[in-house]
């Protein structure tokens, strides 16, 4: 297979991992951010809240490459908002059984 068989789409995201921490939990370096091209990113549904305030919160599905370095507290950044990653990622084999892509859900909530 070539190169173009790995290209799941043309989106590009940051995943960023949160750096390390003292005893406490508190940050003592930077967060780990990583450049992920070749995603793909659909629209997951929508749910909207209206209990005093209008609150919404909204899902995406993610297909990254399986090198992507994405667990379940994971941030992603595209499309100049952030997104936090919902459960752990899933990751998906060729017919050969090597790692071809990964599955997650990101979610965004407003208001």
Known sequence: MGVLAYILGRETLIIVNPGPSDPHGDPTGQDDRTIVPGCNVQPAGSNEVLDGRDTVTTRMRVFAPSWAPVTATSRVEWNQQTWHVEGSPGS??????TPHHLEFL???TTG
């Open 106 to 108: 990101i979610t965004r």
């Open 92 to 97: 998906w084999s060729d017919p050969a059984g």
